[in-house]
């Protein structure tokens, strides 16, 4: 039976994406070996990561604008301390909109002194906080631009006279940004680009080699820069089906192109959420996520009916997140319309039901 995957992470790809990765596994490019043994100097492998970095750019059309992609290992959480391990002299500013940039928080306040200059968490995360005023002299604002675990999203982005750096692991490559606003972006692979493995770095070179302390060359973003990303040996399959992703991406006609589907989908599902009365939506509408929506039943004496219909229906991956509970619908690049249609049927067969 078809399966309708909307796992909040790691997350559905393209089939032809994994079709390709999986070949790349038996025969690389025809050479009779796999991308999995050969040497990562080998001239292959090093198109494979140049293609990969320059994709990203220009895919966030981010060339020639002085920025630097990397490929790098050890999660999105990694980047929560190398952002302050680069950035951080004396004092941050982060906006707390929910798990992630908590966790964010966490690791920073280990470099430096750290202003929370906005924070939903006496709403559980159902906003994005508005209003705020950023204090000047920072050196750096940190926000999440999509908030995985509750289903809220920025659309409008702050202003700052600071570096402003953002957490897009979950929705990078989905709407169409002025990326530029963005002194540095990241982005684990595993929601919207590839398997788990790599993190996607994009930085602004002018912002590095301003602090005082030593960084080790792992934790260095300028070692990895004048590395051409390959300072150790990267995650070959991760980056190959990452580059291949980011390709179906560029062919389908980028970001704008999906940012499309990616609007019909979230407006399918959403009409549903609120005009079906056996559920309702977890966040504020006004910030609502196109790529995470997250709901709950109304009546929680349904659950096993709806769960039932869900597996039969061939839907996986809809439990939300263990911390919150309810359900979280994630409708990264690669999920189709058909599936949320699908999705969407099945909530309206409760309705019928219940
Ligand atoms: C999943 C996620 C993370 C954590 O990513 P890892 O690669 O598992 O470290 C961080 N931030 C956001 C917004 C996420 O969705």
């Known amino acids: 039976?078809?399966?309708?995957?909307?796992?909040?992470?790691?997350?559905?790809?393209?089939?032809?994406?994994?079709?390709?990765?999986?070949?790349s596994v038996m025969d690389f490019n025809g050479s009779g070996l796999s991308l999995i043994e050969i040497s990562h100097r080998s001239k292959d492998f090093v198109a494979v990561m140049e293609n990969a970095r320059s994709l990203a750019l220009e895919?966030?059309?981010?060339?020639?604008?002085?920025?630097?992609?990397?490929?790098?290992?050890?999660?999105?959480?990694?980047?929560?301390?190398?952002?302050?391990?680069?950035?951080?002299?004396k004092r941050a500013g982060y906006l707390n909109t929910g798990t992630w940039s908590d966790?964010?928080?966490?690791?920073?306040?280990?470099?430096?002194?750290?202003?929370?200059?906005?924070?939903?968490?006496?709403?559980?995360?159902?906003?994005?906080?508005?209003?705020?005023?950023?204090?000047?002299?920072?050196?750096?604002?940190?926000?999440?631009?999509?908030?995985?675990?509750?289903?809220?999203?920025?659309?409008?982005?702050?202003?700052?006279?600071?570096?402003?750096?953002?957490?897009?692991?979950s929705d990078i490559f989905s709407r169409s940004l002025d990326f530029s606003q963005f002194d540095l972006i990241y982005a684990g692979a595993q929601k919207n680009m590839g398997p788990a493995g790599t993190t996607l770095v994009v930085v602004k070179e002018e912002i590095l080699g301003q602090v005082s302390r030593k960084i080790p060359s792992m934790l260095d973003y300028q070692v990895h820069i004048a590395?051409?990303?390959?300072?150790?040996?990267?995650?070959?399959?991760?980056?190959?089906?990452?580059?291949l992703t980011l390709e179906w991406l560029k062919n389908l006609g980028g970001i704008a192109a999906i940012e499309e589907i990616n609007e019909k989908k979230a407006r399918l599902l959403y009409s549903e959420i609120d005009l079906n009365p056996v559920f309702e939506g977890f966040a504020n509408v006004e910030d609502r996520s196109l790529m995470n929506a997250t709901f709950n039943l109304t009546d929680d004496a349904l659950k096993t009916t709806f769960d039932d219909m869900l597996k039969e229906a061939g839907i996986n991956g809809l439990n939300g997140h263990r911390s919150v509970g309810g359900y979280r619908a994630s409708m990264y690049n690669a999920l189709s319309l058909d599936s949320v249609g699908v999705l969407v049927d099945v909530m309206s067969e409760m309705e019928r039901k219940g």
Do not use: R, W
Not at 227 to 243: C, E, G, L, Q, R
């Open 227 to 243: 590395k051409d990303s390959m300072f150790n040996t990267p995650p070959v399959f991760a980056v190959y089906t990452s580059m």
């Open 103 to 169: 966790k964010a928080i966490k690791e920073a306040k280990l470099f430096g002194e750290i202003v929370e200059v906005g924070s939903s968490k006496d709403e559980s995360f159902k906003y994005i906080p508005k209003g705020y005023s950023v204090p000047s002299g920072l050196d750096y604002l940190h926000i999440t631009s999509n908030n995985t675990i509750f289903g809220t999203q920025f659309k409008k982005f702050p202003k700052t006279d600071c570096p402003l750096v953002c957490d897009m692991s």
């Open 59 to 89: 895919l966030l059309d981010l060339k020639d604008k002085g920025y630097k992609a990397l490929f790098l290992q050890g999660g999105a959480s990694m980047e929560f301390l190398m952002v302050a391990y680069n950035l951080l002299e």
């Open 1 to 23: 039976m078809k399966k309708h995957n909307f796992s909040a992470g790691p997350c559905i790809l393209p089939k032809e994406v994994l079709l390709k990765a999986s070949e």
